[in-house]
C-alpha cells in the first residue's frame, strides 16, 4: 500500500524518525491556502539545514502529488521550503523528476522533468517528446512547455506544433488560452496566438507568415507579416490572411501592400 503524505500547507507539526517516514506541514509564500497531499511507494525523506530554516522533502517511487484540481505525477518528487514568519515553513518549489505528468482537469502535460514555481504558480516542463493534451488540441515543442495556473495559459516553446486531425500549426513559440465550457463543464483550448515563423499546413495548402492568431472553435487562423500561400505550384503573397482551416478555404488580404500571385497554368490543358 502507498505511503499518505500530506503537506497542508500549514505549521510543521511532526518531525523524521530514524527509517520511520512521517507526515509534514507547511505554510506557502503564495496566497493559496489548498493542502498538498503526496503519495509515494518508497517513502518520503525530510532533510532540514538547521542554520537556514530551510530544507526539502523527497517523496520516492511513484510519486504523486495533489493540490486541488492540479495533480503532478512522477518517478520523484522533491518539496523545496525556507524560513517564514513565525519559525513557519514557506514551500515555494516543487521538483519532478522522470516520466513527470501534469494533469489539471482535462488538461494533460507530459515531460522528462519539471519545476512547480509555487509563488508563482507555474509549471514549467523539458526533456524530450513534450506534449500536451487538451480536447480541442495537441501541442508538442522541442524545449519547453510552460503551464500558468491562475492566467490558465500553456506556452510551448521551440519548434512548437499544435495538431488537429490533418491540419497543423507550427511556430517558434505558441501561447495556447483555455477556458471553461459552460455547457460541458471541461476546460478546452479556446485559441492559439503564434509568434515566430509560423507555419499552417492542410491537405490542399501551405501558408506562411510571422505571427498568427487560430481560433479553435472556429478553426480559422488569421496570419500576418509577408505571408505565402502555396497551392501546387500557385502562389499568392500579401500581408495578411485568413485560413479555413475546416473548409481549406483561404482568403489573402493586402493589408498596407498589394496582394500578389503566382499561377501556373495546368500544361496538359485540364
Same mark, same amino acid.
Not at 507555419?199 to 491537405?203: E, K
Not at 488569421?222 to 500561400?229: A, D, E, H, P, R
Not at 473548409?247 to 493586402?254: P, V
Given at each position: 500500500m502507498k505511503s499518505l503524505f500530506r503537506l497542508l500547507?500549514?505549521?510543521?507539526?511532526?518531525?523524521? %524518525? %530514524?527509517? =520511520? /517516514?512521517?507526515? %509534514?506541514s507547511a505554510q506557502t509564500a503564495t496566497n493559496s491556502s489548498q493542502e498538498i497531499q503526496i503519495e509515494a511507494d518508497d517513502g518520503i525523506e525530510w532533510i532540514r539545514d538547521k542554520t537556514e530554516g530551510s530544507g526539502e522533502y523527497r517523496a520516492r517511487g511513484n510519486a504523486h502529488a495533489t493540490q486541488g484540481e492540479l495533480q503532478v505525477y512522477a518517478d520523484e518528487l522533491v518539496a523545496y521550503y525556507r524560513a517564514g514568519a513565525n519559525d513557519k515553513q514557506?514551500?515555494?518549489r516543487m521538483d519532478a523528476l522522470g516520466n513527470v505528468r501534469i494533469v489539471n482537469t482535462d488538461t494533460t502535460a507530459v515531460g522528462d522533468k519539471g519545476v512547480y514555481?509555487?509563488?508563482?504558480?507555474? =509549471?514549467?516542463?523539458?526533456?524530450?517528446?513534450?506534449k500536451l493534451t487538451n480536447p480541442k488540441a495537441?501541442? /508538442?515543442a522541442r524545449d519547453s512547455l510552460e503551464y500558468w495556473q491562475v492566467k490558465n495559459i500553456a506556452v510551448a516553446r521551440g519548434d512548437a506544433l499544435v495538431t488537429q486531425e490533418d491540419k497543423r500549426l507550427q511556430a517558434g513559440v505558441l501561447t495556447a488560452f483555455i477556458q471553461p465550457n459552460i455547457s460541458t463543464g471541461k476546460n478546452e483550448v479556446k485559441r492559439i496566438d503564434a509568434t515566430k515563423n509560423v507555419?499552417?499546413?492542410?491537405?490542399t495548402e501551405i501558408i506562411r507568415g510571422q505571427e498568427g492568431v487560430y481560433e479553435v472553435d472556429r478553426q480559422v487562423a488569421?496570419?500576418?507579416?509577408?505571408?505565402? =500561400?502555396t497551392r501546387g505550384e500557385n502562389q499568392l503573397n500579401g500581408e495578411c490572411a485568413e485560413v479555413n482551416m475546416k473548409?481549406?478555404?483561404?482568403?489573402?488580404?493586402?493589408g498596407t501592400g498589394r496582394v500578389k500571385g503566382l499561377l501556373i497554368p495546368d500544361s496538359t490543358g485540364n
Open positions: 500547507l500549514l505549521l510543521v507539526s511532526t518531525a523524521w %524518525a %530514524a527509517g =520511520i /517516514t512521517t507526515v %509534514a514557506q514551500m515555494y514555481h509555487m509563488d508563482k504558480q507555474v =509549471i514549467v516542463l523539458v526533456g524530450n517528446n513534450l495537441i501541442i /508538442t507555419h499552417i499546413s492542410t491537405p488569421t496570419l500576418c507579416g509577408s505571408v505565402k =500561400i473548409t481549406g478555404r483561404s482568403k489573402l488580404k493586402g
